[in-house]
């Protein structure tokens, strides 16, 4: 009989860190998310947590703050919403911005960005429709 210990060294399937990947975060995660093909896979990954029915917008958006805070990007609070159809946007940080010194910082200033690499920064540009269930549909993209 195997050990519990012999069993994970063998590398059994599902088991260690090296079954618990997601395809988004495998080597991209750590590039500029001004990455063409980084950026076309979180907008397919917010498109689908999006994709629902949810009965209050709150919730889509909640859905998305979980799924996307797994990826060390969160974004603004949630306005109110309290129209049938409208659509805002909110700006993106990564892992939380970027505070400090770098090497080429002036010793007077502080580095203070959104750490998402792309100049400008980012936002999660969301719309949402009431239909005719009271229920809504969400389109969100980040941009």
Do not use: W
Request: proline letters at 4%; hydrophobic letters at 35%.
């Amino acid at each position: 009989m195997k050990t519990f210990k012999k069993f994970i060294k063998e590398g059994a399937a599902g088991v260690g860190p090296h079954a618990q990947t997601h395809d988004l975060d495998q080597h991209s995660m750590g590039q500029s998310m001004g990455n063409p093909e980084l950026l076309r896979k979180l907008n397919a990954y917010v498109g689908k947590v999006a994709m629902g029915t949810y009965m209050l917008p709150e919730d889509a958006i909640a859905d998305m703050r979980e799924k996307l805070g797994r990826l060390g990007i969160t974004f603004a609070k949630t306005p109110v919403i309290e129209d049938t159809s409208g659509s805002f946007s909110l700006p993106i940080q990564r892992f939380g911005g970027v505070f400090g010194k770098s090497v080429t910082t002036p010793f007077d200033e502080f580095d203070n960005d959104d750490g998402t690499g792309v100049e400008g920064g980012l936002s999660l540009n969301l719309t949402f429709q009431q239909n005719e269930a009271n229920c809504y549909k969400l389109t969100a993209k980040i941009s």
